[in-house]
């Protein structure tokens, strides 16, 4: 009995003591934080004006290079040029003195499903790196046009059936071979069987139209007109390798000892889940017309490029503030704040980037019902919708395009339907479908949180008009396998890209999910793939982008950016609408 | 105790047999496309179609597994889809980080649990006690996500001591591979020492009001030698089945520590291959976790009978 009161004596004297040791853990844990945390306000401030600086460079970088893209469709009126929150990293490489050496390592999200075969594969961790590795017959220009790269020369009939395709001379592959027609042939004749976009050219093209004339030109005769080809061609997936690779590999995916290429940089080693090193290609025969994005002259000053999977990416983020990396392909939406406040590192809003939308099932459901299509479209505010799903407004946009405004495909068509907010009028309309009152049942994930962050919202808005929505949730690839059964849905966030050519998207093909079908569509994606009249193009471009909002197959609600991470010391870096590449670029 | 392990090895048979046929019928009931996951999501269904016949993903569910089957009955695991290597070499690859990692992790996990385990047992309800114990449940309650991050940000970002992620090979040195170690060991090390540190206590508190313990100390014995060769020891039997399943899970990879630090171990290899639907690389890799559990098992039940005499096997 004694010992138990003296027990608890001790308990409570020792308890007061412990509570006091743990309130002084708490109040120094708190202290450190905000020692340690709280970034100053006066870098804050500093990076951004310095971000409007850059911004300004930027956008005087983009008119003083005059664009001279194949098949282009304009400048956008609307469009603005003003890409990245960048600083001195986006300097023109001309204005910079480069100094040779040194090793970029590059923190990206994964492992790509095959090292450089952006034929095999769409996985963007695979296109990035065939970009440094491999070229095509022709490249993405700074307003993601096509222009020549591995051509001297080509040449179009005037009935728009014969492309004639005169190959530069000198150029060596990695393995010290030149390349010739017959490497070409033999590439576009692996990209035909294995890419879409290959295939759909293949089926214009005429029997046995593809052939080496002589060593330094390739012919490719179609059997209709496709103004899109170098737009085409100008995408990663159409490059150019051996024809002794082709041959080995057939339509199998590229293993690394395979990999050969005429790019900048080669492959050295691969790593997996360590990293993938490339190394500067000394024998690059580089273009001698100016550097225009993914376009022109090509220098390489950095010894190696080590690309390094770093699968959280705060942690890679974490990584270019310490320095350990010099550039992180994707970091957290959260962190932009802290990148501003990190010296010696910038922040890249990388535009364009993709749109996301709300997909309809127009197959069965009921979505079939245009009229409920229209009413959900409008019942929902846009803005707010963006921010719910990216949590950052800056790296988010309201547009109307399918294809961004930093591409020569911009169409503000549409635009009156895409702004249009009004749940009065939604609710009506919802009276005058023949919705009968079922859940509706939204397939969606928290693997990207953008999926169901918007559903979230989004359903809220359509409660509030009368719908009964249900959502799905489960992981990426049962909604991928899901999507494809238009019995198990009614609708779903898509993401797409907002660079391509908008003849090129997904959801023209008519068994993609949502399942649009319309003949109209059909007509205007032919024109596009036919024209090559800018101003034609353009037209069809407008044309089908009204189309899309008039038929609604999908409600866009807004582009998104990619946030993107680069230390200072990295020279010369293109903060531009071109995906990340290292040539003309080099270390402090 | 020789009739003993070799009955219990034998019994690896049917458990590996469950196993792979559960797992094999949970992943190929599970929705999810390799083919989808290798090509993009802007792949048509044509080509997709296309790379899951090549893949033989889609011949009948009992032809894969007997195919499967008696392939791994001759120690061939398959091929990995993702990797295109086979599942076995993509395993080994992958031992040597894992391995290093959860040694050290349990060396930080054994030396931390323990000590803390048994000081607060002695120090019962003392200032000590009461701020161990917090520590262990603070250890417990707080993910290895959260530890790892807050640790990272301490000694990568803030103090620039070490770095914030990935791996050197015991190749390239000692210390060029320890320094990428010591956080993730520490992260996954301080959850295991927390729980073993609580339980150590627990152990130690039932055996410490023991009759022998009273007498030990009444025949006049110091009290280290009380304590480490009648308590501890006495405690230890439980607590060695606690550190067999530590062993077990810190060797079989750890998940998240291996994510977050950027370690190509198997906890890493697992996770991906689970997210990518790579069938062969899930299944073998399950497979080998379960001969880990079954064999530290086994290596516990004779250890405590090393320990314990008393114990009949």
Redesign the interface.
């Known amino acids: 009995m004694i010992e138990n009161t003296f ?1 608890s004596l ?2 409570k004297s ?2 007061r ?2 509570f006091l ?2 309130g002084l853990g708490v109040a120094g844990a708190a202290l450190l934080q905000a020692c ?1 945390g709280q970034e100053p306000l006066e870098t804050a401030t500093s990076a951004s004006s310095q971000s409007t600086t850059a911004s300004q460079s930027s956008t005087s970088t983009s008119s003083s290079s005059p664009t001279t893209s194949i098949g282009g469709a304009g400048t956008p009126s609307a469009a603005s040029t003003t890409a990245a929150v960048a600083t001195s990293a986006a300097t023109k490489p001309a204005d910079v003195e480069h100094k040779k050496g040194g090793t970029i390592h590059v923190a990206i999200i ?2 790509p ?2 090292t450089a075969d952006a034929m ?5 961790i ?1 296109t990035d790196i065939t970009r440094q590795i491999y070229e095509g017959l022709f490249a993405q220009d700074s307003k993601l046009g096509p222009k020549p790269m591995l051509l001297d020369a080509f040449e179009v009939s005037d009935d728009g059936l014969t492309y004639t395709f005169k190959l530069r001379t000198g150029v060596k592959f990695h393995n010290g071979d030149e390349m010739d027609a017959d490497d070409v042939v033999a590439s576009l004749t692996r990209w035909g069987k ?1 890419t ?1 976009r290959g295939k759909q050219i293949f089926a214009l093209m005429a029997a046995d139209g593809l052939k080496a004339a002589d060593p330094q030109t390739v012919t490719l005769a179609l059997k209709q007109p496709a103004g899109v080809l170098p737009v085409f061609l100008a995408l990663y997936e159409g490059f150019i390798t051996t024809k002794e690779v082709c041959d080995a590999i057939g339509t199998n ?1 590229m ?1 690394d000892d395979q990999i050969v290429g005429t790019g900048p940089f080669k492959f050295k080693e691969h ?4 990293y993938i090193k490339l190394e500067r290609f000394d024998d690059y025969a580089a273009r001698t017309d100016e550097a225009d994005g993914l376009a022109g002259k090509k220098v390489v000053y950095i010894d190696e490029l080590d690309i ?5 990416i ?3 983020t ?2 270019v ?2 320095g ?1 990396y010099q550039f992180a392909r994707d970091v957290d939406n959260n962190q932009l704040e802290v990148l501003k406040s990190s010296p010696g590192v910038t922040a890249i809003i990388k535009k364009p980037g993709g749109w996301i939308c709300l997909n309809y099932n127009k197959k069965m459901g009921a979505f079939t019902d245009k009229k409920l299509r229209q009413a959900v479209s409008m019942c929902f505010d846009r803005e707010q919708t963006l921010i719910a799903a990216y949590g950052v407004k800056e790296l988010t946009r309201m547009d109307p395009s399918i294809a961004a405004p930093e591409t020569i495909w911009y169409s503000t068509a549409g635009k009156e339907v895409y702004e249009k907010v009004d749940q009065e009028a939604a609710k009506k309309l919802v009276q005058e479908s023949s919705y009968d009152g079922s859940p509706i049942r939204w397939l969606t994930t928290k693997e990207y949180l953008y999926h169901y962050n918007t559903a979230a919202y989004v359903q809220q808005q359509m409660e509030a008009i009368g719908l009964k929505v249900e959502l799905l949730v ?2 990426w ?2 909604v ?3 999507r ?1 059964k238009p019995e198990v849905y009614e609708m779903l966030v898509a993401g797409l890209s907002g660079s391509w050519m908008p003849a090129t998207q ?1 959801f023209n ?1 008519s ?1 993609w999910p949502g399942f649009w079908v319309s003949d109209q569509r059909d007509k205007l994606v032919s024109q596009m793939i036919e024209e090559s009249d800018p101003d034609k193009l353009q037209k069809a471009i407008d044309e089908y982008q009204a189309l899309i909002y008039d038929e609604l197959p999908f409600m866009k609600i807004g582009d998104d950016f990619t946030l993107q991470a680069i230390r200072d010391e990295v020279v010369g870096f293109d903060t531009g609408a071109n995906d990340w590449y290292f040539w003309n670029c080099s270390l402090k | 105790m020789l009739a003993y392990a070799i009955r219990r090895l034998l019994v690896l048979i049917p458990i590996m047999w469950i196993v792979a046929t559960a797992v094999f019928l949970l992943l190929h009931s599970a929705p999810g496309d390799p083919a989808a996951f290798m090509l993009g999501s802007d792949a048509s269904a044509d080509q997709q179609a296309e790379l899951r016949h090549e893949l033989g993903l889609d011949r009948p569910l009992y032809e894969q597994y007997f195919d499967w089957l008696g392939k791994a009955v001759r120690g061939d695991l398959g091929e990995s889809i993702f990797l295109g290597k086979p599942v076995t070499s993509a395993l080994a690859e992958r031992a040597e980080p894992t391995i290093l990692l959860g040694s050290l992790a349990l060396i930080i996990s054994l030396i931390i649990g323990l000590v803390t385990g048994v000081l607060s047992a002695i120090r019962r309800a003392s200032w000590l006690d009461l701020s161990l114990m917090s520590g262990a449940m603070a250890g417990v309650a707080v993910p290895t996500f959260v530890t790892g991050l807050l640790l990272i940000y301490i000694f990568a970002v803030k103090l620039r001591w070490l770095p914030v992620a990935g791996y050197e090979p015991i190749s390239a040195g000692l210390w060029p591979c320890l320094r990428y170690l010591i956080l993730p060991a520490i992260t996954l090390g301080a959850f295991e020492a927390a729980f073993l540190s609580r339980m150590t206590r627990s152990m130690m508190l039932e055996v410490i009001g023991q009759d022998y313990v009273r007498t030990a100390r009444a025949k006049g014995l110091v009290e280290r030698d009380v304590i480490i060769r009648h308590t501890l020891r006495n405690a230890f039997v439980p607590l060695l089945t606690i550190i067999g399943l530590m062993v077990a899970a810190l060797m079989s990879g750890a998940v998240v520590t291996e994510q977050i630090f950027a370690i190509p171990g198997m906890g890493r290899l697992l996770i991906q291959a689970v997210v990518r639907r790579d069938f062969p690389v899930v299944q073998g890799a399950v497979l080998i976790i379960a001969i880990l559990y079954v064999l530290t098992n086994l290596l516990v039940d004779l250890l405590a009978r090393v320990v314990d005499p008393r114990i009949e096997l």
């Open positions: 027990e001790r308990r020792f308890s003591r412990g040791v743990a340690g994964g492992e499903p095959v095999f594969t769409t996985n963007f695979t294995m879409g995916k293993p790593q997996v889940d360590r390094i999977p770093v699968p959280n705060s942690v890679a974490s990584g503030v310490t350990e489960s992981d690839a049962t991928v396998e899901r494809a997904l093909d068994s």
